[in-house]
């Protein structure tokens, strides 16, 4: 068991200017469970290959518990990388499939034997042991693979998006089961995945990369409920937070015809280079319908309905212009998502009016997308009746 | 969404029965070819007068792989040539079914699980480890980082007296601009696991001589990488003569195979020497000097045999001669004969370079016992009665054509089989560990026939008929337990 630790590590590809990592600081806590979430080419597998030792750090280092690993070879670090690649072999045993690799580590045979047969317990196979992997159902197989990293006792495992392989039925089965097993192990583990589902679902505490950069880490609520900044706020949750960027006058952000009230504080951390704009965003889930102009309250244009069951969501556009095009970083389309009573939707081609409930804004600066609202936002469950 | 075929100018793929999951395809379609292990259902699949490999796959998956491997070629990596994606796959009844990559079946060449279906002697095995250390070299020095070396990701091909290594598996690589040495040693590391696994496995299924010890053969790879690394890619530190120095070093390096296609030469900071290390390095010296001379396009250690028999031909017969000339009248008087003397019922045995290889080696053991020179033709006549006949059929391992194979060679399959038929078609659908795999059939899965050609290989019965009691005491024990999840 070990903490990990990202001392302002870099990764500079040669030939290439910008870091592909870029003086990550990150430290991961004693059987935490981190996950590097982000979109393809942010970073998170190269911050991986960096703590698995694939990758050269080229400026600070990285800290395996209170050993410096920065020049140290993959195989010396005492980390597992857990492949979604792991074979099994159709006639050696459950048990023999597991320990075999610690026979070429030399690991003694009644150690081995006591290792598998712990590994074994944890994953529910004890029974299975001296089968063939022929006669495991899938969900089986896939614990005996994770059974050959678990016997290997490694202090962190890394996992680099594991489930890809897999349709979406078993990756949400298996998902729920590499969570349960870390939690039951108490390892350490980061895994990354470029799916913020997942994240959210997984992990005890999300980092979110963007080019290279860290843009937030916290807990899967944290990083719902505060995003630091308009990148993780759109890229945390789904159906995406509405984003939009509107002009700001006399602490009112105007869109369209209608106004909505910014809290003082927000109002007050804006700078010149704002230009008296705001970004503004609200979670679908943070929007109640109200009658037809109401103070403060939104009109949309449905453009699309979708009825899921247990929620609904229209899919609608804001009242043109927002703000002069062109000139909007941050959110320009005026398209908006809304979560609705599913036993009371509108139809296409309706105009609906919506308000964003009190405390529920998320305000960035429309020149740096940093937040400049100050306090969390907690969203309710479910939509007020 | 539409069926969409990616990648081949051929149209005849899309006959394929694409509307069914590849592990049910009609055996008449199916080339009951030797596998290896794999996470994913692979079968070898006849088209045209070619035989195709198709995986079942997720789409990106399956076009990350292509991807790969169309770079790899243009790299000139031994790999194998990748065909088609074939995505939007679904069943008749609109059910979707997984996309596919398709590649093509390397002529000639055999899996490892084949050459140990015959009894295989330690040295086939170095020389497979060998072959997979100088695969790993080539693609390191490539930049590819392969993340899962195994002997089942690789295919094997005679090659003279050793083996050369392709590979067929490429979906867990990548392609970097150079590899960190974090990145070489832990695809050793991965590589020496998986082929001590893969031994355990063989030896558990008795079909590799309890005497070997797998993590001794396993730990080969590393050590056989190592030295051939370095002697491709040490720096040396010269004071003087230093034209001579990188003479000496380009020639050393030609011995191994490979060419010197950069060097590095860098003053010491001092000033007083030269720091020398080659940049890029290229394999192939020899086959690409024999295509030079002659237009044959063979192996590395077969084009290495074929030029030591063409240079001691131009020593006695053109003397000289300009080298150009020497090979045409070499590959007119010795090579071309040579190859013709095979009768056509032989010619799927072994490529005609293998051929060439075995008569010279032929005429030495000829040469040996008579205690004289053996000409060419009487060692070819020779080799075509006595030695041939008895080779196993290889061309119809893996051939570029079955069809074509057994219509011209009925007796001979009648007399030999195939050898290598695919005893269990699922035996080697490997269990994937994080799933995707198809669950066990509940019936036993089709056997993949061809009855007017087909007879039971012999080769291990006892283990077999002992491997499906094990199994059946194991299926009854399974009754017992409750179903997982």
């Known amino acids: 068991m070990a903490t990990v630790t990202y001392d302002s590590a870099s990764r500079i590809y040669p030939g290439t200017e910008r870091p592909a990592v870029d003086s990550l600081d990150l430290d991961i806590a004693d059987g935490?469970?981190?996950?590097?979430?982000?979109?393809?080419?942010?970073?998170?597998?190269?911050?991986?290959?960096?703590?698995?030792?694939?990758?050269?750090?080229?400026?600070?280092?990285i800290w395996v518990g209170d050993r410096d690993v920065t020049h140290v070879q993959p195989k010396d670090r005492d980390i597992a990388m857990v492949f979604q690649s792991y074979a099994l072999y159709p006639h050696m045993t459950v048990a023999d499939n597991m320990g075999f690799a610690l026979k070429i580590a030399k690991v003694d045979k009644s150690e081995i034997r006591k290792r598998v047969e712990e590994a074994a317990k944890i994953l529910d196979l004890?029974?299975?042991l001296d089968r063939k992997p022929k006669a495991l159902s899938g969900g089986q197989r896939q614990r005996v693979a994770m059974g050959r990293a678990i016997v290997r006792q490694p202090q962190v495992f890394l996992m680099d998006e594991p489930l890809s392989n897999l349709d979406a039925k078993l990756r949400v089965q298996t998902r729920t089961q590499i969570a349960a097993l870390q939690r039951r192990l108490g390892t350490t583990t980061v895994y990354v995945t470029h799916d913020q589902v997942e994240a959210l679902t997984m992990g005890d505490r999300i980092a979110?990369?963007?080019?290279?950069?860290?843009?937030?880490?916290?807990?899967p609520r944290e990083m719902y409920d505060t995003p630091a900044n308009v990148f993780v706020a759109g890229f945390i949750g789904s159906p995406a937070m509405n984003i939009s960027t509107f002009k700001v006058e006399n602490g009112y952000a105007?869109?369209?015809?209608?106004?909505?009230?910014?809290?003082?504080?927000?109002?007050?951390?804006?700078?010149?280079a704002d230009h008296g704009e705001a970004v503004l965003g609200f979670r679908p889930e943070s929007l109640d319908r109200v009658a037809p102009n109401t103070e403060g309250a939104l009109p949309v244009d449905v453009v699309v309905v979708e009825e899921l069951g247990s929620d609904a969501f229209v899919y609608g556009q804001l009242p043109q212009p927002l703000v002069k095009q062109g000139d909007v970083k941050f959110g320009g389309s005026?398209?908006?998502?809304?979560?609705?009573?599913?036993?009371?939707?509108?139809?296409?081609?309706?105009?609906?009016?919506?308000?964003i409930r009190e405390g529920e804004q998320h305000v960035f600066s429309a020149a740096t997308g940093e937040r400049i609202s100050p306090t969390a936002v907690s969203t309710a469950a479910t939509p007020k009746a | 969404m539409p069926l969409l075929i990616t990648g081949a100018a051929d149209a005849g793929l899309m006959e394929l029965p694409w509307e069914?999951?590849?592990?049910?395809?009609?055996?008449?379609?199916?080339?009951?070819?030797?596998?290896?292990l794999s996470r994913h259902v692979v079968r070898f699949v006849r088209h045209g007068d070619g035989v195709l490999a198709v995986k079942e796959t997720n789409p990106e998956i399956a076009h990350r792989e292509f991807q790969m491997l169309r770079e790899l070629e243009r790299l000139d990596a031994p790999c194998v040539k990748a065909i088609a994606v074939v995505t939007g796959r679904q069943t008749a009844a609109g059910e979707p079914l997984s996309a596919a990559l398709v590649t093509e079946h390397l002529a000639f060449s055999l899996p490892y699980r084949a050459l140990f279906s015959t009894a295989l002697r330690k040295g086939t095995l170095t020389r497979l480890i060998d072959a997979l250390s100088v695969l790993v070299v080539r693609l390191h020095l490539a930049g590819f980082y392969w993340g899962d070396v195994s002997l089942s990701n690789a295919l094997f091909r005679r090659d003279a007296s050793e083996f050369s290594a392709?590979?067929?598996?490429?979906?867990?690589?990548?392609?970097?601009?150079?590899?960190?040495?974090?990145?070489?040693?832990?695809?050793?590391?991965?590589?020496?696991?998986?082929?001590?696994?893969?031994?355990?496995?063989?030896?558990?299924?008795?079909?590799?001589?309890?005497?070997?010890?797998?993590?001794?053969?396993?730990?080969?790879?590393?050590?056989?990488?190592?030295?051939?690394?370095?002697?491709?890619?040490?720096?040396?530190?010269?004071?003087?003569?230093?034209?001579?120095?990188?003479?000496?070093?380009?020639?050393?390096?030609?011995?191994?195979?490979?060419?010197?296609?950069?060097?590095?030469?860098?003053?010491?900071?001092?000033?007083?020497?030269?720091?020398?290390?080659?940049?890029?390095?290229?394999?192939?010296?020899?086959?690409r000097r024999l295509m030079r001379l002659t237009g044959l396009d063979v192996q590395e250690n077969q084009a290495r045999r074929l030029l030591n028999d063409l240079d001691e031909y131009r020593a006695v017969h053109t003397e000289g001669d300009d080298e150009t000339f020497a090979a045409h009248e070499w590959l007119t008087h010795i090579f071309e004969p040579t190859i013709r003397a095979v009768p056509r019922d032989l010619r799927g045995k072994l490529e005609p370079a293998q051929v060439f290889h075995e008569v010279l080696d032929h005429r030495w053991y000829l040469a040996e016992a008579s205690g004289a020179d053996v000409p060419m033709p009487v060692?070819?006549?020779?080799?075509?009665?006595?030695?041939?006949?008895?080779?196993?059929?290889?061309?119809?391992?893996?051939?570029?054509?079955?069809?074509?194979?057994?219509?011209?060679?009925?007796a001979l399959t009648k007399e030999h089989g195939t050898r290598y038929e695919a005893r269990d078609p699922y035996a080697n659908d490997n269990t994937h560990g994080w799933g995707g795999v198809p669950e066990p059939e509940p019936s036993e899965p089709p056997q993949v026939q061809r009855r007017s050609t087909r007879i039971p290989v012999s080769d291990r019965p006892q283990a077999r008929v002992r491997d499906r009691a094990a199994e059946a005491a194991d299926e009854e024990l399974g009754t017992l337990d409750s179903p997982d999840e």
């Not at chain 2, 069914?20 to 290896?36: C, F, H, Q, V």
């Not at chain 2, 041939?388 to 051939?399: F, N, R, S």
Request: net charge negative; glycine share 8%.
């Open chain 1, 32 to 61: 935490e469970f981190l996950v590097l979430v982000g979109p393809s080419g942010c970073g998170k597998s190269t911050s991986l290959r960096m703590l698995a030792g694939l990758e050269d750090i080229d400026k600070g280092s």
């Open chain 1, 126 to 128: 004890t029974e299975y």
């Open chain 1, 208 to 219: 979110v990369l963007k080019d290279g950069v860290l843009q937030q880490v916290g807990t």
């Open chain 1, 254 to 272: 105007l869109v369209g015809n209608s106004k909505v009230q910014l809290q003082r504080e927000t109002v007050a951390h804006m700078s010149e």
């Open chain 1, 334 to 355: 005026g398209e908006v998502i809304v979560r609705v009573d599913p036993r009371d939707v509108p139809k296409k081609g309706d105009s609906i009016w919506v308000k």
């Open chain 2, 20 to 36: 069914m999951p590849l592990s049910t395809w009609p055996e008449e379609r199916i080339a009951a070819l030797p596998r290896g």
């Open chain 2, 166 to 287: 392709y590979l067929v598996d490429a979906e867990t690589g990548d392609m970097h601009e150079r590899l960190t040495p974090g990145q070489r040693s832990y695809d050793l590391e991965i590589a020496t696991t998986n082929i001590i696994g893969e031994l355990l496995d063989l030896q558990e299924s008795e079909d590799l001589d309890e005497g070997i010890d797998p993590i001794d053969i396993g730990t080969r790879l590393e050590a056989r990488y190592d030295e051939l690394w370095a002697a491709l890619t040490f720096s040396e530190t010269i004071t003087k003569n230093v034209p001579f120095h990188v003479a000496e070093r380009v020639r050393k390096l030609n011995e191994l195979g490979f060419d010197l296609g950069e060097i590095d030469m860098q003053q010491t900071s001092d000033g007083t020497a030269i720091m020398l290390r080659p940049k890029v390095v290229d394999a192939g010296f020899h086959s």
């Open chain 2, 379 to 410: 060692a070819t006549a020779s080799y075509v009665k006595n030695v041939l006949p008895t080779k196993a059929d290889e061309k119809a391992v893996l051939g570029r054509s079955i069809a074509e194979m057994t219509a011209e060679l009925p």
